[in-house]
């Protein structure tokens, strides 16, 4: 999922959990990640809420900037992240 800023900074990938048959309004949670971005495990979290009638929305804080493959590289990234936007 992406949405963009309405004040043009972009957008910003993230992960949306709602329970599926859901029509009324929910508690939101918002899921945030430690220092590796959004990853499996953040996903799953976010989920867990979902199937306990919560709407989660777990961002990626690292979207501006291009992630390594390795885990354990990912943490330098949050240096590159432009902060302001």
Aim: charged residues 30%; positive net charge.
């Amino acid at each position: 999922m992406h949405r963009a800023s309405p004040d043009g900074n972009g957008s910003i990938k993230g992960y949306l959990v709602r329970p599926a048959k859901a029509t009324e309004k929910l508690p939101g949670v918002l899921v945030v990640h430690e220092n590796r971005g959004l990853n499996p495990y953040i996903e799953d979290v976010a989920r867990r809420f979902g199937t306990s009638n919560f709407l989660a929305f777990a961002p990626d804080g690292l979207t501006s900037v291009a992630l390594p493959g390795r885990r354990r590289e990912r943490r330098p990234a949050f240096g590159k992240v432009d902060r302001p936007r």
